[in-house]
């Protein structure tokens, strides 16, 4: 079982659409939990850290679910511009920070 | 502020030679890490430095790979001899503090592609 899950995708939109993104990750003892956004042959860029709470940044909206191990990504009025690769990342750590996890990505298109 | 650099930003080698790829992290970070992503694969991890030391090398995939932060400052990343199975997108982050939800922050990697 690979230790980051997340929606095989792709997902297809609208501009406009609401979009949603699921993960699950395996490790308990997983601490930190991020959406990172990838463009086709950039880097990735941290999109948004996630936090037990839920947190909200404009037109996104991330949630956690520590007990179901589960991360989600939820994406409002679709631009063109979201056109990405939504990498779900989590880290753990012991002695030190430890390092990320990824899952393979999910790719989003947003057409007009 | 200057993000994290790497270079070069391509590289072909033949099978059998030698490559060393630079990371510069963002000043002040003391965390420096290599990740790899090889073609249909998601990204992994490989290494982790703290300073100059060597925090985490248990992605390391064999001993034809050397990583070293002399100072603590910036990195390098040697293949030595490369195979094609290296071929792939080798990206550098470095970190303040994953704690306070701050996350890490990537170079435009180096695309090593290995004939």
């Known amino acids: 079982r690979k230790e980051v899950e997340q929606d095989p995708g792709p997902f297809n939109v609208p501009e406009g659409a609401t979009v949603a993104f699921n993960c699950t990750y395996s490790?308990?003892?997983?601490?930190?939990f991020f959406w990172y956004r990838q463009d086709c042959r950039k880097e990735p860029k941290l999109l948004m850290s996630v936090y037990s709470s839920g947190n909200e940044d404009g037109r996104f909206t991330a949630q956690l679910n520590r007990a179901s191990q589960y991360i989600s990504l939820l994406i409002r009025d679709s631009k063109l511009s979201d056109s990405a690769t939504y990498l779900c990342?989590?880290?753990?750590?012991?002695?030190?920070?430890?390092?990320?996890?990824f899952g393979k990505g999910t790719k989003l298109s947003v057409k007009p | 502020e200057a993000g994290v650099t790497q270079f070069p930003s391509h590289s072909v080698i033949e099978k059998g030679q030698t490559v060393t790829l630079r990371c510069d992290p963002i000043s002040g970070h003391d965390n420096l890490y290599w990740y790899r992503r090889v073609m249909g694969k998601e990204i992994k991890f490989l290494l982790h430095f703290v300073k100059e030391s060597k925090q985490d090398e248990s992605g390391m995939p064999n001993n034809r790979f050397l990583a070293e932060r002399t100072g603590g400052t910036y990195s390098t990343l040697k293949v030595q001899p490369a195979e094609l199975e290296d071929s792939g997108v080798y990206f550098c982050a470095s970190s303040q503090d994953f704690a306070a939800g701050r996350g890490a922050f990537f170079g435009q990697g180096t695309r090593l592609t290995v004939v």
């Open positions: 490790n308990s003892a997983s601490q930190s």
């Open positions: 990342v989590v880290n753990y750590y012991g002695g030190s920070q430890g390092n990320l996890i």
